[in-house]
């Protein structure tokens, strides 16, 4: 029997010949095609220079449209290295998560790895946790032969299973140790009530551990306003098109299940850029 031309009576192929799903190689197409949230922080913060010409272009118009954007970004990442120098010196802490890492672009101290090999003698165990895939290649390509380190992709919808990650046999060890972990500009990329999330940071964590994140706050000034809306329009057509400013009263609710102590403070500059909630809630 010859064999059809229709299309249709081809039999469906759910894998590549690699393995792979074509659901895995359409969603990495889409990260070709469309900025990461990852990516664009790193493009911001180095002066729109970058590996890829569309994060380049994207911050480019990020920075003509909300000029200081990139300095709120940085503002950020600097309470985050403050956090994490103050937890190792603390001398409380040996197991370490960062929720979306920036893209690394240079052999400066980028993710919260590099942070710990810097300034940490003692045996720490780090995982990292970006939220793309383009992303993700990008730091198992810059700690090859790292042992105290894994890199786990995952979603803001799934938090714990990354603090299961396993490499070389070893794991995090959430149920007996502390854990710090650090979201950086990331729980704004998602919409609704994120109470069942930190109930599920809560359930995962032993007392001790921290998460120190950030979360940019509502306008307090007319100017404010503007950057937003500006800020909003500019994301629509990332990977994570969501962007939504919070009041304190609404994210310490994320918290009213009890078992956490928040320290909440505002962080604002004098140029005018945006503020942002730096926030560490500390797991009782």
Known sequence: MPASD????LPERRTLPGGGSWAEFDAALEEVDRSGVGRLHAALMAASIGPYQIDREKAGRIA?????????????????????????SGGRFRQFVEYRP??????????VYDLIQDCCAEPTRT????????????LILRYPNATDMAIHRAT???????????????????ESEPIFATMISDLHHRDGDLTPLIRLFRDALRPGSEIAFTHLAPATEPRHAKALADLAEQYWDTTEPILIPRERETIERWFQDGDWDLAVSLSTAPDGTLPVWCIIASRT
Do not use: N, W
């Open 64 to 88: 003509s449209a909300v000029p200081g954007y990139s300095k709120c970004l940085a503002r950020q990442y600097r309470f985050r290295d403050q956090a994490v120098r103050a937890a190792i």
């Open 6 to 9: 229709d299309p249709s009576d």
């Open 127 to 138: 995982v990292l946790v970006p939220r793309e895939r383009i992303l993700e290649t990008h």
């Open 156 to 174: 803001i919808e799934d938090p714990v299973t990354p603090l299961a990650s396993a490499e070389d046999g070893d794991r995090l060890r959430a």
């Open 102 to 111: 920036p893209l690394p672009m240079s052999p400066e101290p980028v993710t």
